[in-house]
């Protein structure tokens, strides 16, 4: 079992910077994949990016690419997201997932989710 608490969501101004943070409970941390996904209103999840058990890999959308990235650090049982030159549409709730395969992620689907952590971009 493990279980996902989101934090450093905010209300930010466009061009500007967040960094979320995503902590996890149980000691199999370091065995999953996780992942990032954002849900806006109106929209359907969007899976924002996801990471290997190893910091190995990393795959981004490319709505974000070269602007935000993830990292990990497992002795902490926390992944990261890095959000930069933040734009309004970025606006969403964010949520990190966690799944032993990084595959399933990219397929939108995970078996833990956090509750999720708000951001906005103003314009």
């Known amino acids: 079992q493990v279980q996902l608490v989101e934090s450093g969501g905010g209300l930010v101004q466009a061009g500007g910077s967040l960094r979320l943070s995503c902590a996890a409970s149980?000691?199999?941390?370091?065995?999953?994949?996780m992942g990032w996904f954002r849900q806006a209103p109106g929209k359907e999840r969007e899976c924002v990016g996801a990471?290997?058990?190893?910091?190995?890999?990393?795959y981004y959308a490319d709505s974000v690419k070269g602007r935000f990235t993830m990292s990990r650090v497992n002795a902490k049982n926390t992944v990261y997201l890095q959000m930069n030159s933040l734009k309004p549409e970025d606006t969403a709730l964010y949520y990190c997932?966690?799944?032993?395969?990084?595959?399933?992620?990219?397929?939108?689907?995970?078996?833990?989710w956090g509750q999720g952590t708000q951001v906005t971009v103003s314009s």
């Open positions: 997932a966690a799944d032993r395969e990084i595959h399933t992620i990219l397929s939108g689907r995970a078996d833990y």
């Open positions: 149980g000691r199999t941390f370091s065995r999953y994949a």
């Open positions: 990471i290997s058990w190893s910091s190995g890999r990393t």
